[in-house]
């Protein structure tokens, strides 16, 4: 309706009929016999001067061009709204397809659902605009072409479990949205070391297989409220230090790959978004263990480094889960290293044996860097996950002798200090993020 101006302007056509005020606004409309009442849909928007940083709050009345050129953007809604509230976002450079934006809906409800979701657009020369309509839908798009269903984002919580002293162990400990690790829980899995963790369905996580003397199938879930189950009787070829990663839109699904039953391995099984764990798929790439994995793009994963001997090979996985072939190792080549995800679509893997701090970055296309000089105390045989819903966290491990301090990760992927140690000093254990 732009450039029409006019008082109570009545536009008939196709069935329908709608009244306009002098402000452009919709009073009322009437068509096949509804008569449905819409605000401020035509109102004016101020455009603002083209945004391109990694983070900006926007305001009610405004337009948006976004340049994602060099980065992705997560933008904050306003924290208060009133009915007919209108934002426009677009794709300035038609680069959200590679890095897409990410909307915090700051406490108000974003098409029904509450602000424990970010709903990410990433299709390349999108527009986006969006209205206020009241406290149980909240923010209403009107036009937000090829966005999924159902919005994603990282989690907020994680947990630490299991692993080794002198020998198995079946602790946990969680991890809270700020980073911050808590003391010991009482072990209800198995004692065992080696197991790897994942997220699947979006919000929980399984901790699966290791070693309590002897390689096992073992799993057992994690709630979106951080509690272990009892384990399940296991699927799959028994071993252990073997890596978990989520994939699959909204990371919904996981899989467990690679590890040692004896001899090294390349096996891999899916999760299915219900967490039940599928029978062995045939191994692809360099069969190995002590490696890393973690989910980058948004729905896609990758192994990488390992005991083979030594090696810095990864390998990708498709967002249903396919490993592809070997990619030629970049950065140190090392094993007992551990991976996670953050920034909503990249991840690192850092530490090692040796043991080493330095890091490798991955892209969200997958592509791993050279290695990044290291931070905190040099380890190996640790474990990381996701936290904050865009940040990682790496803990425990082993320095010649078994550590309990963690290492935090921000949004831009640079690794924090060391913080002082909580919990059971051990090696070896599963970690994952939920809720």
């Known amino acids: 309706m732009s450039g029409i101006v006019g008082s109570n302007l009545n536009i008939k056509g196709s069935g329908l009929v709608a009244k306009l005020g002098t402000d452009g606004q919709v009073l009322t409309s009437a068509g096949a016999g509804v008569t449905v009442a819409f605000e401020d849909i035509a109102a004016g928007v101020s455009w603002q001067a083209v945004e391109t940083g990694s983070t900006m709050t926007a305001v009610a009345g405004n337009g948006y061009p976004i340049d994602t050129t060099s980065n992705a953007c997560t933008i904050t809604l306003p924290a208060s709204a009133s009915n007919g509230d209108q934002i426009i976002f677009t794709d300035y450079a038609r680069t959200w397809g590679t890095n897409g934006i990410v909307i915090d809906s ?107 003397g002897s390689k096992v199938s073992t799993s057992n879930l994690v709630s979106n409220a951080g509690v272990v189950a009892t384990d399940t009787s296991g699927v799959g070829t028994a071993r252990a230090q073997l890596a978990a990663c989520s994939y699959g839109t909204g990371a919904d699904k996981g899989i467990f790959g690679y590890g040692t039953t004896g001899s090294q391995s390349s096996l891999t099984n899916l999760v299915s978004n219900a967490g039940v ?9 360099t069969a190995r263990s002590y490696l890393g994995a973690c ?61 080493v701090n330095m890091s490798n970055l991955v892209s969200n296309t997958g592509v791993v860097g050279t290695d990044v000089t290291g931070v905190g105390t040099a380890r190996s045989q640790l474990g990381a996950c996701e936290y904050g819903n865009d940040k990682g966290i790496f803990g425990y491990g082993y320095t010649g002798s078994n550590v309990s301090l963690t290492n935090l990760v921000s949004n831009a992927g640079v690794v924090a200090t060391d913080v002082t140690g909580v919990g059971t000093a051990r090696r070896d254990p599963a970690a994952c993020s939920f809720n």
């Not at 808590?182 to 979006?202: E, I, K, L, N, P």
């Not at 764990?277 to 790439?285: E, F, I, K, M, S």
Request: glycine residues 16%; contains cysteine.
């Open 106 to 212: 700051n406490g108000l409800n974003y098409q029904g659902d509450d602000d424990t979701f970010d709903v990410e657009y990433t299709t390349a020369g999108q527009s986006v605009h969006i209205v206020y309509s009241d406290a149980t839908n909240g923010w209403i798009p009107t036009i937000d072409d090829a966005v999924a269903d159902v919005p994603t984002k990282g989690n907020s919580e994680g947990i630490f479990a299991l692993g080794k002293t002198s020998g198995a162990v079946g602790m946990s400990n969680l991890v809270n949205s700020s980073g911050v690790v808590a003391t010991d829980v009482s072990a209800v899995a198995t004692a065992r070391y080696g197991a790897a963790a994942t997220q699947y369905g979006g919000d929980k996580g399984i901790i699966a297989y290791g070693d309590t």
């Open 277 to 285: 764990v599928a029978t062995d798929v045939t191994g692809v790439g």
């Open 295 to 355: 989910e980058y793009g948004n729905d896609k994963a990758i192994f990488g480094y390992g005991e083979s001997p030594a090696t810095a090979v990864t390998n990708l996985v498709s967002n249903v889960g396919v490993v592809a072939t070997d990619t030629s190792g970049v950065g140190t080549a090392r094993s007992g290293l551990t991976a996670c995800s953050y920034g909503y679509d990249k991840g690192i893997f850092a530490y090692g044996g040796g043991p």
